[in-house]
């Protein structure tokens, strides 16, 4: 989809977004639409757009994604994840009803926010506020985009990790298809997890380290501890290179089990800094995770940086 389709699609559905940068590098935020980040190079946009998404509502029974790149809480499943609140998956109506505010806005940065009001899956409610500080850095044909991603506890009480797992997570969306691979540093097996069904038949060790074909012949999930370094994303087609950096956690947090798990079990102690998820609807996504205090109190910043690097390859002579 072209940067001026896009925009289109946004104005006649009467979305507000914010446009940093240009049309050859930039992104929009989408203020409407979860706070999502749509990356654009060379006049393209480069994360998935659902169409759908803007020009429907989500709602309880089905929830339409809208790709780009978004800032949910983790875990997902478990007692303490948010997803299961309702008995079944489904996307928190505090997520897909948040409305952000642009609080900053300069040449290549924004930052926006919205308040969020999330209930874990044991039924605990947490009054938050949303952040993500945004910036640029352009060169031709390449784009850096850093956010700061931030969740503000706002409750009265101080509650532990038995009570509470929260942490900042950051998924970015991609279209994808044959030929296509994510790969990540030659890290051991015991340094990834499947989430849900066994990648091993997509996935090989080769000399510059760990690829997985994400084609969307099969849907699956890999976790990555946090001894994995950076996520890359290749589409040979589109000569697109796509890769995630996210900080070291500072100090006092500490990594969470991120996986989607059914709401009655307990996290497990497979502490996530990244993931790659493949979809059968020729999709996929760069996920990374923050972390949790051992308690949180009222007022409390919890946050995550995170670098994503698109790069539109040169054709050959």
Not at 215 to 220: I, V
Not at 249 to 262: E, H, K, M, Q
Request: aromatic content about 10%.
């Amino acid at each position: 989809m072209t940067i001026r389709e896009f925009i289109y699609l946004l104005e006649e559905n009467h979305h507000r977004y914010h446009f940093l940068g240009d049309e050859l590098a930039g992104v929009v935020v989408t203020l409407d639409r979860e706070g999502r980040i749509f990356a654009v190079l060379e006049k393209e946009v480069v994360n998935r757009v659902n169409p759908d998404a803007f020009w429907g509502e989500s709602h309880r029974q089905k929830y339409l994604n809208p790709g780009g790149d978004v800032l949910w809480p983790a875990p997902e499943g478990s007692r303490l994840g948010y997803f299961y609140t309702t008995g079944s998956w489904s996307v928190p109506a505090g997520l897909w009803q948040a409305r952000y505010q642009v609080k900053h806005s300069g040449e290549d940065s924004v930052r926006i926010e919205a308040e969020v009001d999330l209930v874990s899956n044991s039924g605990l409610g947490l009054p938050v506020i949303f952040q993500r500080d945004i910036r640029l850095a352009k060169t031709s044909g390449a784009l850096a985009v850093t956010t700061e991603e931030k969740i503000q506890y706002l409750g009265r009480r101080i509650l532990s990790r038995k009570e509470l797992l929260l942490a900042p997570w950051t998924l970015t969306q991609i279209e994808s298809g044959p030929g296509c691979l994510a790969l990540f540093p030659g890290v051991s097996e015991g340094e990834i997890q499947d989430f849900y069904e066994d990648s091993h038949r997509w996935r090989s060790l080769t000399s510059a380290g760990w690829q997985t074909l994400t084609e969307g012949q099969q849907r699956y999930q890999i976790g990555l501890t946090p001894d994995v370094e950076w996520i890359e994303f290749y589409h040979p087609d589109r000569r697109l290179r796509v890769r995630r950096q996210a900080e070291k956690l500072s100090s006092g947090l500490g990594y969470v089990d991120i996986a989607d798990r059914p709401a009655d079990e307990e996290p497990t102690g497979f502490l996530t800094r990244y993931s790659i998820y493949s979809d059968p609807a020729l999709f996929m996504e760069m996920e990374a995770a923050g972390g949790c205090p051992e308690k949180i109190h009222p007022g409390d910043v919890l946050s995550l940086r995170v670098t994503t690097s698109y790069c539109l390859e040169k054709n050959k002579a």
